[in-house]
């Protein structure tokens, strides 16, 4: 695992030597220089290797203790790190300056972190691994803690699958409104809190789905129906708008031979189809679980009635 700290590691001191950052406010990328603008944030490149290196430790005592490939599989850790390489293309390549230009490249970084890099993160159990990164007198202390009653009542409350679904789809829906997504791009704080909050509540809500109880699966179908159709309306009303709604953007778009509302029309279509897919594609595949899950129920019971039955004969 700890070759991933040495790729990490490698990628922010290329960063850190690269060209400098685009300023949050007013930078705009040309189409003939794209490459030449990275989001080089020492502290956000940092942070990115600093999970890689907690997490990598934190999975070496793990299955120091347990046994490679327990408590958290190898699957799921390749996961895990497959969601920070994604983050990495979201918020450090240069499509973090172009989404400042584009409004359809801004989508695109969206639709990375709330679709992709979030499941793919919640399925590596980061707070579980990353406890184990920690000092055994921190790692005991914290976890008693996690296990009182209040607390675990808090957490299961809040990554319910109805209302995750609802917290996540409102701070995706409240970000695009005009007002506050104009006070991101001139606000370096507000605009982080942003991503913060996309990928929070995105965690909570896909660690739900994704270690959800077999009792849960019923509600976690209907709440990814749900944030399909949060998505999918959010994504056609900037697609059907009659005008765009970003005046940043509307000054933009025409450097990129695109008129402002075409920016938004296709930034429209991002959200309304792929970002919908992936919660189709999820509600399927807890579907096919499901069923499996029945069959195998179905079909240990007619076992136990013939191991029950005279000669094995029901």
């Known amino acids: 695992m700890h070759k991933w700290s040495i790729v990490f590691l490698t990628l922010a001191c290329l960063l850190a030597s690269g060209p400098p ?13 794209v490459w030449q603008h990275w989001n080089a944030d020492p502290l956000l490149a940092l942070g990115l290797l600093a999970t890689v290196f907690l997490y990598s430790r934190g999975m070496s005592t793990l299955w120091r203790r347990a046994g490679r490939g327990r408590g958290v599989s190898q699957g799921a850790s390749i996961a895990f790190m497959a969601g920070l390489a994604v ?13 400042e230009t584009l409004f359809m490249a801004h989508m695109v970084q969206h639709l990375l972190i709330l679709v992709i890099a979030a499941p793919l993160l919640a399925v590596g159990s980061p707070a579980f691994v990353l406890l184990w990164a920690l000092p055994v007198s921190w790692r ?8 009182r009653p209040p607390v675990r009542r808090a957490f299961a409350v809040l990554s319910a699958p109805l209302l995750s679904a609802i917290v996540h789809a409102g701070v995706i829906w409240l970000w695009h409104v005009p007002a506050l997504y104009e006070s991101a791009f001139v606000n370096e704080s507000l605009h982080a809190l942003e991503h913060v909050l996309f990928l929070g509540t995105g965690l909570l ?26 998505t999918g309306l959010l994504g056609a009303a900037l697609s059907l708008a009659g005008s765009a709604w970003y005046p940043t953007h509307i000054a933009r778009a025409p450097l990129w031979s695109l008129t402002p509302l075409q920016d938004q029309q296709i930034a ?8 919908s897919t992936v ?12 069923l499996g899950q029945e069959e195998v129920t179905v079909r240990e019971a007619r076992l136990s009635e013939q191991e029950g039955s005279p000669h094995g004969v029901p």
């Open 140 to 147: 005991r202390s914290i976890g008693r803690l996690g296990t």
């Open 21 to 33: 950052v685009l300023a949050h406010e007013g930078g705009i990328v040309m189409p003939t220089d």
């Open 279 to 290: 919660y189709l594609l999820a509600a399927a595949l807890q579907i096919v679980l499901l």
């Open 87 to 99: 983050l990495f293309a979201a918020l450090l390549t240069p499509l973090h300056p172009l989404g």
């Open 268 to 275: 429209g279509g991002i959200m309304w189809v792929p970002m």
């Open 205 to 230: 809500y896909w660690h739900g789905i994704v270690h959800a109880r077999r009792a849960q699966a019923g509600l976690n179908i209907l709440s990814l129906f749900a944030m399909m159709m949060a």
